[in-house]
């Protein structure tokens, strides 16, 4: 839908969704300070609809500008997002919509690397769909099989690595503060 279009039928659709709201032009006028004969102009078209007018109303009617104007379509569904390699380990998003939690694949190749436990701010869910993965958890150190699953706080001294011989998969979730930069727990001295 072109730009033109959407504007031309602004009016119709604050109406439109003022009538099924069950809203008169009175009430709307009480609630959002502008006026009814104001209204009225936008709702047929004879006054240009601004953000100034616009957002009081949404905000009267509890919805947002795309609702309100009509620009809400069903968007496809699919996430089209490009893994990441982090560590040698390949990292698909699952979720593409901004907020928390964010849901990734991970595939995690066998490794003989030294576990090297690290903290950030979070809360970790990990779920574990093949192969087997090692977890150390403060005190813990963990064998997790296939549909076995982990949740944790990621203030707590954690690592998680692929004893092999096979590459694991796993489903995890965790908030933004998850994908920040991971701090070492001890020193490496070189």
């Not at 004969?37 to 047929?44: A, D, G, M």
Request: glycine share 10%; no cysteine; aromatic share 4%.
């Amino acid at each position: 839908m072109d730009v033109e279009q959407v504007l031309a039928g602004i009016g119709s659709r604050l109406k439109a969704v003022r009538v099924e709201r069950g809203t008169t032009l009175t009430t709307l006028a009480a609630e959002t300070g502008i006026s009814v004969s104001t209204l009225s102009r936008l709702e047929s078209g004879k006054r240009k609809a601004t953000l100034e007018l616009l957002l009081p109303i949404a905000r009267a009617h509890g919805s947002d500008l795309d609702e309100l104007v009509g620009l809400t379509g069903t968007p496809d569904p699919r996430v089209h997002a490009e893994p990441r390699e982090i560590e040698g380990r390949t990292f698909w998003p699952l979720t593409a919509a901004p907020g928390q939690p964010r849901a990734y694949k991970a595939l995690f190749p066998p490794s003989t690397d030294e576990p090297d436990p690290r903290t950030h701010e979070g809360h970790e869910w990990m779920y574990v769909l093949s192969g087997r993965l090692r977890l150390l958890l403060g005190p813990h150190d963990v064998m997790l099989a296939p549909g076995e699953a982990v949740e944790f706080d990621t203030r707590v001294p954690h690592w998680i690595g692929n004893p092999g011989p096979h590459p694991a998969e796993a489903l995890i979730l965790f908030g933004r503060q998850g994908e920040r930069v991971h701090l070492r727990t001890k020193s490496s001295v070189d």
